[in-house]
């Protein structure tokens, strides 16, 4: 089931007198600065109603949009709102933006109304979040917990999000530092195989001798699901097999898996398109409610129990190229339904992100933006809600790419990462040379983030970016920025 729009506010309920006030104020925590503070109050009650208020003071990064969810424990519902664009699904309460308020910079805070009813009792909300991150409760420490790779050849971390950082059990900071194994999304569904050259033990290992900590693995929804114009020796329980047995091989090398979802179906013949066909054969500009969820559901069903695991919702969204402007294209990504300029329904981020969590799978999360996860300039005013706490966003990043500066990352990206973890799950270069991953590399790891080099197979670097001329881990010049860098941070 698609993730439903923001739905229609209820009618005003008629003029009634107030029978008195009662004020419930939320209190901050003593401690270091939350991240966010807001201030609940009953400020008329009667009846079978009462006005309320909320007043939301932002102490982390300007935000140039918000959103403030919390749940009625009551049954209590909303019935209209001012100040913000109110909402209510279930018991959860958002308020949102208006077009005029989005704006809150360090230290701003904003206040909103609404009117609701009630019945039996009316207790305030025990916990708000503000575009998903906690409120009224203390900050991260200052001073970050030191980071260290997963050792080579030992056990992957169970990772979870703390803050702006990826961290393991003991609260350790854990950077993702590797490559990408390309193959498990077109082979399949190309009717050649499953992956592009061996995924044997010892093909494993030389990219774990790189001191890589970290494997991104693309893979194909048609190809998952076993879909009838997958052969089926290349899908359903054959590809997920294979799937499992690659995850496993590289977790027994010491490195994190992370499972990607590639390609995927729903026919698309506009701006950029990679292919007309509606079939999984290409990169599409969203997900697509067809599958897509599902496809999430039975891959965070068979991961669910491996926190070590990291699920990247989608390789590389453009509905920026599909759409006429940009509040469309952010809302798409967030949302799905029915987008401008694409014909079939979308899955936006919000959907997939409660397909995972509704198997109980707490699995670290990534996220790309827009423009091929190059455009990170709105992600934390669009991003999901992740009742689990565990999202992260994701950023891809080439020479030729439009944010390839150290001054659109100063712009765009240092922003995002002050807030949630942020790991480039694609960098690399066509020019069979190192000089600009070299310099994304440094970058990244001035700021403690993650990255990983597209790609570990053996293709011609002249006609993309190949890390490798063998799989024994011979490098290309290229690929040998890369492994000399890996190398290098542990040595």
């Not at 009953?42 to 208020?53: I, K, L, P």
């Not at 003071?57 to 949009?65: P, V």
């Not at 019945?119 to 900050?139: E, I, M, Q, R, W």
Request: charged share 15%; proline share 7%; net charge negative.
């Amino acid at each position: 089931m698609r993730h439903p729009p923001r739905s229609v506010l209820l009618a005003a309920a008629g003029a009634v007198a107030l029978v008195g006030s009662v004020v419930v104020p939320v209190v901050a925590a003593q401690g270091a600065t939350p991240a966010c503070t807001v201030e609940y109050a009953v400020t008329g009650q009667w009846d079978s109603g009462f006005q309320g208020s909320v007043k939301v003071t932002n102490n982390q990064a300007a935000l140039s949009g918000w959103k403030l969810t919390f749940d009625f424990t009551g049954g209590q519902q909303v019935s209209q709102g001012w100040n913000a664009e109110w909402s209510q699904s279930g018991a959860t309460v958002t308020a949102a933006n208006e077009g005029w308020n989005g704006a809150l910079g360090t230290g701003a805070s904003v206040s909103a109304g609404f009117l609701a009813s009630w019945s039996g009792g009316n207790p305030a909300p025990a916990a708000f979040k503000l575009n998903g991150t906690t409120c009224n409760v203390d900050a991260e420490p200052t001073t970050p917990p030191p980071t260290t790779p997963p050792p080579p050849g030992g056990t992957p971390p169970a990772l979870r999000v703390s803050g702006n950082k990826l961290v393991d059990a003991d609260g350790t900071t854990r950077r993702l530092l590797g490559v990408n194994r390309s193959g498990g999304e077109f082979m399949c569904v190309q009717g050649y195989g499953i992956w592009d050259g061996p995924v044997d033990d010892a093909a494993i290992k030389a990219i774990a001798d790189w001191k890589a900590n970290t494997v991104r693995i693309p893979l194909n929804e048609e190809c998952w699901l076993g879909l009838s114009n997958v052969k089926p020796e290349y899908g359903g329980a054959n590809y997920i097999a294979a799937v499992k047995e690659l995850v496993a091989r590289v977790e027994a090398h010491g490195m994190t898996p992370v499972l990607e979802l590639h390609w995927s179906y729903g026919q698309y013949t506009g701006n950029s398109a990679g292919c007309s066909d509606v079939h999984a054969t290409c990169q599409k500009p969203m997900p697509d409610m067809r599958y897509s969820p599902a496809f999430w559901s039975s891959v965070a069903s068979t991961f669910k129990d491996d926190r070590a695991a990291v699920f990247d919702l989608f390789n590389e969204p453009y509905p920026d190229r599909a759409a006429s402007s940009t509040t469309d294209a952010w809302t798409c990504w967030r949302d799905g339904g029915t987008c401008p300029g694409i014909s079939y329904e979308v899955a936006g981020m919000q959907d997939l992100v409660d397909s995972v969590r509704a198997t109980g799978a707490r699995n670290v999360i990534l996220a790309g933006g827009l423009a091929y996860s190059n455009d990170l300039s709105q992600w934390t005013a669009y991003k999901p809600t992740d009742p689990a706490g565990n999202l992260a966003a994701a950023y891809h990043v080439y020479n030729f790419n439009s944010c390839a500066s150290e001054s659109c990352w100063n712009s765009t990206l240092a922003p995002v990462a002050a807030q949630v973890p942020l790991v480039a799950g694609e960098i690399g270069e066509n020019t069979c040379s190192h000089g600009f991953t070299d310099r994304v590399m440094g970058w990244f790891d001035d700021h403690d983030l993650s990255y990983l080099g597209w790609t570990w197979n053996t293709w011609d670097c002249s006609s993309g970016p190949s890390l490798i001329s063998a799989y024994d881990g011979t490098p290309t010049a290229y690929g040998a920025g890369l492994r000399d860098h890996l190398r290098a941070l542990n040595p």
